[in-house]
């Protein structure tokens, strides 16, 4: 048990949740933590990992077993964000969890032809995809996308790029946001295609960024790329609410990976604060630094228990879905607060050890504002959950 950390409650974590837990725990702190600070240098990591996590069941966590997944409720999620934290590399947890957001809206609305063709590898850690909305134009409005898909036979003819996609340079399977009907505006017109890695046309630029070096981040360019119909995801000009479907899931899986991530940064503070000693005594005894590192626990614990509850409500079905969608919204804002505050006070703490890479919070610290704008950035949760509540 982490020092600052009171056991997961039962009423939401039963046995066989811990199990699951102690499993994956154990798997991370072998095969991930040890090297995620070189992966991080490389700029990727053994995509044999894929296939690991998918053999420990990881990977098919919530799908049907029709697709080779394990049905799981939203608390074996949470465990998943939970865990993946402690290795301290937001950009593992990204990576190896790009299929979370690329198959549900194939899972949702698919056909079943398209959905044998693709779930099944990519669960059994074979096959890698990603999903790519946003535009060089804008990724907050989504309604505004303007790349298009034009029927042409049993094909549509995709124009337009696709940026900041994670996994867009090793993906397989690309599940895309385009605009079916070139006249519309707005949400309607918009359609989902899977687009497979190896289309002729589909050109693809890794990209450079502050955080999350060891996952690819990749810009799209589509130029006349022939997609087959059959691609299509649901109904032609009406993707988008399958586009926006999974946001809830994506929004509370990054609550709970943000004050995980919030959970190391605290512990390594405590730890340095413990063993550093200043003037004579050791920095934790001094009351400036253990008043910042209650702090530190105090927005965890706010966000963590707002998490589980919400989750235990999402389960059971407990609460009106507007307010449960502007709950959720606003739990990733405050739990990514909580992250922004405890890198920031975790690297004050370390001093000058903090600014070295290798510390755990020198990642976490760059990695904090992907977290505040990626999955809907706060501005946009923040209105996104008034709106909700009639404000
Ligand atoms: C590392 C990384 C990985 C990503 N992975 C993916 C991926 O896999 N797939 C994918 O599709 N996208 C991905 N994204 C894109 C991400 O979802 C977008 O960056 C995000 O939605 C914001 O879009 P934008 O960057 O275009 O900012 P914009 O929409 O241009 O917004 C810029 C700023 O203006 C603010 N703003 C916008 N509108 C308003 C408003 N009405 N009122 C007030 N403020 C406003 C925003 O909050 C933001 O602060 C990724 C991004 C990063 C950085």
Redesign the pocket.
């Known amino acids: 048990m982490d020092f600052f950390n009171l056991p997961p409650l039962a009423h939401y974590f039963t046995p066989e949740h811990e199990q699951f837990r102690d499993t994956l725990r154990q798997f991370i702190a072998r095969d991930i933590t040890p090297h995620v600070n070189a992966w991080d240098e490389a700029e990727t990591f053994p995509l044999s990992l894929y296939k690991q996590v998918a053999d420990l069941g990881v990977t098919g966590l919530g799908y049907p077993e029709a697709y080779g997944g394990t049905p799981a409720d939203v608390f074996y999620n949470i465990i998943l964000a939970e865990e993946y934290a402690r290795c301290g590399s937001g950009g593992m947890q990204a990576a190896l969890n790009?299929h979370t957001?690329a198959l549900p809206p194939l899972l949702m609305a698919g056909s079943e032809a398209l959905k044998q063709r693709v779930i099944p590898p990519v669960l059994r850690g074979d096959k890698i995809p990603?999903?790519?909305?946003?535009e060089p134009t804008?990724?907050?409005?989504v309604a505004a996308l303007k790349t298009t898909a034009v029927r042409d036979g049993d094909h549509y003819i995709v124009n337009g790029e696709?940026t900041?996609?994670?996994s867009g340079m090793r993906a397989h399977f690309i599940t895309t946001a385009v605009r079916t009907d070139p006249q519309s505006k707005g949400s309607k017109g918009i359609s989902v295609l899977v687009i497979d890695g190896d289309t002729p046309g589909l050109t693809r630029t890794a990209l450079k960024?502050m955080g999350?070096w060891c996952s690819d981040?990749a810009h799209l360019r589509f130029d006349n790329c022939r997609v087959p119909v059959a691609n299509l995801v649901g109904e032609e000009h009406h993707g988008f609410k399958t586009i926006m479907s999974n946001f809830n899931a994506e929004r509370l899986f990054m609550a709970a990976v943000a004050y995980g991530h919030a959970q190391v940064c605290l512990q390594e503070a405590l730890d340095w604060a413990r063993q550093r000693s200043t003037f004579g005594l050791p920095l934790s005894e001094r009351q400036v630094v253990r008043h910042k590192l209650m702090d530190m626990q105090l927005r965890i614990d706010a966000a963590r228990s707002h998490v589980h509850e919400l989750a235990y409500r999402i389960q059971h079905q407990l609460g009106d879905p507007s307010a449960l969608v502007a709950r959720i919204a606003m739990a990733k804002v405050l739990a990514t607060q909580a992250l922004q505050f405890c890198a920031d006070q975790a690297l004050q703490i370390l001093g000058g050890m903090g600014y070295m890479r290798g510390t755990r919070s020198e990642r976490i610290y760059r990695e904090v504002k992907?977290m505040m704008?990626?999955?809907?950035?706060?501005?946009?949760l923040k209105?996104l959950a008034a709106r909700q509540q009639g404000v």
């Open positions: 790009s957001i990603a999903l790519a909305v946003t804008g990724g907050s409005d696709k900041f996609i994670t960024k999350w981040t992907v704008i990626g999955g809907g950035s706060e501005e946009i209105d």
